[in-house]
């Protein structure tokens, strides 16, 4: 077998690169995360009622984007219970689903949860979110604090929400 030329070790020199490029972009492309400003978001309650985030001004908001379907999820609600009521007075949380009404209200029912759930009409790809969970947590004035693409531990958030909660 003759060993490779030179233009030959540069040529699978290129495809290497281009091949590891592809992955690395691919892989960070999964792990991206659009900033949602409050005032672009619109969220409806259960009965379909348009909810103004902007009755949560003075306190910090904590949002979850999730889906009754996903089992990460549903991992995380406990320990944002116990974080939600431990914060109760001093953070807001809400949780927000692109399902339909029903389902999101089915789950409620069926889980002994306290959260403000809500509906997003519009779907979360449009948002620029594309896997679930996500948390987006904001300041009292509303402004994008931090944003976890992951299942958040009680120990985790809580971390998270404290740090927020004595930001001034």
Excluded: H
Aim: net charge positive.
């Amino acid at each position: 077998m003759k060993p490779f030329n030179k233009k030959q070790f540069y040529l699978i020199g290129i495809l290497f690169v281009l091949i590891a490029s592809f992955f690395i972009v691919r892989k960070t492309k999964k792990k991206y995360s659009p900033s949602i400003e409050l005032s672009s978001l619109v969220l409806k309650d259960l009965d379909g009622k348009d909810i103004a985030l902007t009755s949560f001004a003075g306190k910090p908001l904590v949002i979850n984007f999730w889906g009754t379907w996903c089992g990460p999820c549903r991992q995380e609600f406990p320990d944002f219970e116990k974080v939600k009521r431990k914060y109760a007075t001093q953070v807001n949380f809400i949780m927000v689903s692109d399902e339909q009404e029903d389902k999101i209200e089915k789950f409620r029912i069926e889980n002994n949860f306290t959260f403000l759930f809500t509906q997003s009409p519009i779907t979360f790809d449009k948002l620029g979110i594309t896997s679930v969970p996500v948390t987006y947590l904001y300041d009292a004035e509303g402004n994008l604090y931090a944003k976890k693409k992951e299942t958040l531990s009680e120990q985790q958030l809580d971390e998270l929400v404290a740090e927020l909660s004595n930001k001034k």
